[in-house]
Structure formats: C-alpha cells, structure tokens
C-alpha cells in the first residue's frame, strides 16, 4: 500500500528534522482542511515557501493524495498528509503555525453568515486540538463567517487557559489583495506599487479599503471611490456568483492566504516592518472587541496593532454603519463558543 508508507516515511523524517530544522529558523505549517478548494492550493503554496521546513496537511478525508502530489515538487518542505479526528495530534504536535481554511463554502444567495451554523462547530473543534496540541502556535482563520469564527478561537483557547491575542489572526488578506488590484486596474497604476489598507472586518459592509490612505495616491472621484469600496466589499460575491454553484475563492484566497502566513513566518523570524491588515482582538475602536486593521509582525505574532490613521469623512461614515453589524457577528461567536 503506497499511500499510508508515504506518510509514515515523511511523518518519521520531518519529526526526526524538526528540531534541527528549528534551529535554522525553518518552520512546521499545518493546513486544516487541506483538500479543499482553498486548502489543495495554500498547501502547494505553502510548499513553494523557503521558511517552511515541515508542511502538515489535515482533512477530514483525501489528505493522503493532496500531500502525496504536493510531496513530489522539488522544494525542501516534507509533506505529511493526515486524516481524520484520530491523526489531528500528529498534525498539529510542534507546529509554528496553523491555517485553517476547514468548512463550506458560501452557495449563490448565501451570505458568510448562512455559514455559521456548519463553520463554527469545526472551527470550534479544531481549536480544541490547537489548544492542547499545539497550544504556542501562530493561528490563520480563513473559515467564514471570519467576523465570527475568530472570536469562536479565542473564548475556546480561554477556556483551554492558553489563549494569547497576540497568535490569533482572522484571515482579511484577500479584501487587500482585492482591493489594490480593483485599485490599480481603474486608476491606471503598476499594482505592485499599490499600498491600501483594508479594515474593519470580513463581511459586507464591515470591509471597509481606506481609500485616503492608499499609494501611490491618485486624484480619485466619489463616485470612484464609492464603487472601488462597493467591489471591494462585493468581491466574494462576485465570484460566487461567477462559479455559480460550484463554490467560492478559492484560487486567490489561497494565494492571500499564502502572503499572510508568509508575513507571520518572517515575523517569527525576526524579520523587521513586517506589517498586515489582520482580524485580530483590538482596541483600536472603542466597543469593538476584534477589528481588521494593519499589524505589526514579530517572534511572538501580532507585536503592534496599529491605529486607523486619518480617515475621510465617507471612511467615517462607513465605520460608524459597520459597527452594529461587526458587534453581533463578534456576540453570536462568543455566544456559540460559551453554549
Ligand atoms: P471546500 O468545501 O472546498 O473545502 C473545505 C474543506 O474543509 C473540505 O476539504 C472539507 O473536507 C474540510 N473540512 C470540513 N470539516 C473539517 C474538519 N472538521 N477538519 C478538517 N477539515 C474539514 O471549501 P473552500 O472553498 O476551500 O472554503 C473553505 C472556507 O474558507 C469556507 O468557510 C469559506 O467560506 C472560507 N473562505 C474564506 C475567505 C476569506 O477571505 N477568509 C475567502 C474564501 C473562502
């Protein structure tokens, strides 16, 4: 039987490098939900990745053949596949992060919040496996409803007594890389130049791009800013929508997925001005307990949160209307995690 004697060889020889691996600064990544939409690409990424040393891939089912076709691209990560409850320990056991990008989808008509029901429960699950294997480790939500689902993280890691805000991020990268991309095609800019911030939170109206802030600045017109931030907030859908039926992001999720758990390996090691837009617990607006603004990365995640900066007056308008929605979909998490 090939399949269990490629992972029983990669299992044994990552475990056996992982602590000379360590020691070069290299890393273990474990992808939860790896044979996804999302999770088939983020691993292979996750592969093409020099800081990763060890990459774990964890489904409920199909991980064997995800990691045993990611295993032969010729970089030097191992790939282990592990499935089923029984085998989360081995995929979790020392790892420096954790992505999770486990659950449904969004169908045309759903809104991220229709996820809930099914998505809080396995995100619940695998954070009790986080706690208490992998207590230490940095952890990337993607799963949907994010403005929910992270705050589900936390009130799990505080029971466990292991809960550190500083390791747990909601997973916004893709409303950045959205953003700048919608930016840079209508203004006319190379979009490697671009520098947006996007905050708030991961759903509708609570994703708000801070147009005022963006480089390279261009004279931009209301209505130009209106529609930018309306594509910005719609842009899931837009792909639902276009999929119709058959899913939602998944490639240029991956591939946001990919940057943010990049910019926290270089933070872990060391790497300085390392700074993302993330969902993280925040002060930043007041009666808001968790919020998407920019972050500094560090050895022990989110070392700096930053503040919002200058807003215009329609950014102000639009924070002031996201912030009942953000604050229920903050409550139903914590009252999910509690019940
Ligand atoms: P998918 O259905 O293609 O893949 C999800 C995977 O999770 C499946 O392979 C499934 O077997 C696995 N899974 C289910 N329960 C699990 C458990 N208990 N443990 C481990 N794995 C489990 O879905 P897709 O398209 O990959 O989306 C995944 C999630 O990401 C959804 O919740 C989606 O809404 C969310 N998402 C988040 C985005 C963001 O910007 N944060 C953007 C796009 C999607």
Not at 82 to 87: F, K, R, V
Not at 257 to 274: D, T
Request: aromatic content about 6%.
């Amino acid at each position: 039987n090939f399949i269990p004697k490629i992972q029983a060889q990669a299992v044994c020889c990552s475990h056996g490098n992982v602590q000379q691996q360590w020691t070069r600064g290299k890393r273990t990544v474990a992808v939860l939900g790896a044979a996804g939409g999302i999770g088939q690409p983020l691993g292979l990424l996750m592969k093409l990745n020099p800081l990763v040393s060890d990459l774990r891939l964890f489904d409920i089912a199909g991980t064997p053949g995800v990691a045993c076709d990611i295993s032969h691209v010729n970089t030097q990560a191992m790939v282990a596949g592990y499935a089923g409850d029984a085998e989360l320990e081995k995929a979790l056991k020392g790892c420096h992060l954790v992505i999770i990008p486990a659950g449904v989808p969004r169908k045309p008509g759903m809104t991220r919040d229709d996820l809930f029901n099914i998505n809080a429960g396995i995100v619940k699950s695998l954070c009790l496996g986080i706690a208490k294997h992998c207590p230490k480790a940095l952890v990337n939500i993607i799963s949907n409803p994010v403005n929910s689902t992270v705050p589900i993280a936390a009130e799990v890691f505080k029971k466990a007594g292991t809960y550190d805000p500083k390791r747990l991020f909601g997973v916004t990268t893709l409303d950045v890389v959205r953003a700048r991309t919608f930016y840079a095609v209508r203004m006319k800019v190379p979009v490697k130049e671009v520098d947006l911030p996007v905050v708030g939170g991961h759903a509708g109206i609570t994703i708000l791009p801070v147009f005022s802030q963006v480089k390279p600045k261009k004279q931009m017109s209301a209505a130009d800013i209106d529609a930018l931030t309306k594509r910005t907030q719609d842009g899931g859908t837009e792909v639902v929508q276009a999929k119709a039926g058959k899913g939602s992001a998944t490639l240029s999720m991956a591939y946001a997925g990919a940057l943010f758990a990049e910019a926290c390996l270089k933070g872990l090691e060391g790497a300085k001005g390392v700074v993302e837009c993330a969902y993280v617990e925040s002060k930043v607006v007041p009666g808001i307990s968790f919020f998407s603004s920019k972050v500094r990365l560090g050895p022990n995640g989110a070392e700096e949160i930053m503040g919002l900066g200058d807003l215009s007056d329609y950014e102000k308008k639009a924070l002031e209307a996201m912030k009942k929605e953000l604050i229920g979909s903050i409550k139903k998490g914590v009252d999910f995690a509690k019940s």
